[in-house]
């Protein structure tokens, strides 16, 4: 995206056959930063890898930490659910909110019939 960008400006022009040193040295940067990039991620990733194997045990705590604060979340999300058969005995209070909408479309929808 960058270098369509550089196209447009008329830094980089499509009529060099032969690179000249900015480009050169762009592409060459570009593939330096890449091949760095990479080593980063794999040798860092092995080096965190490597951690993560002789701690094993504290990553089973941290897993089973966050598995049971889900549970504990979902726990608290059921209780504070009210129950099906509640909702049957109150639709009003799940279509409140709907009723008040449609009675002010009906009152706006007659004002406009009486205009």
């Known amino acids: 995206m960058f270098s369509q960008l550089l196209f447009a400006v008329g830094i980089f022009r499509l009529e060099h056959r032969v690179p000249d040193l900015g480009q050169a040295l762009y592409i060459l940067g570009i593939g330096l930063g890449t ?23 504290i990553i089973s705590w941290v897993i089973g930490g966050i598995f049971s604060i889900t549970a504990l979340i979902q726990i ?14 109150h639709p009003e209070e799940i279509t409140h909110g709907l009723e008040n909408r449609m009675e002010e479309q009906m009152e706006k929808q007659m004002e406009k019939d009486n205009k």
Request: proline share 0%.
């Open 35 to 57: 091949m760095i990039g990479n080593c980063v991620f794999i040798f860092g990733g092995q080096l965190i890898a490597d951690k993560l194997q002789n701690n094993q045990d």
């Open 76 to 89: 608290w999300k059921m209780v504070r659910k009210k129950d099906t058969a509640h909702k049957f005995e």
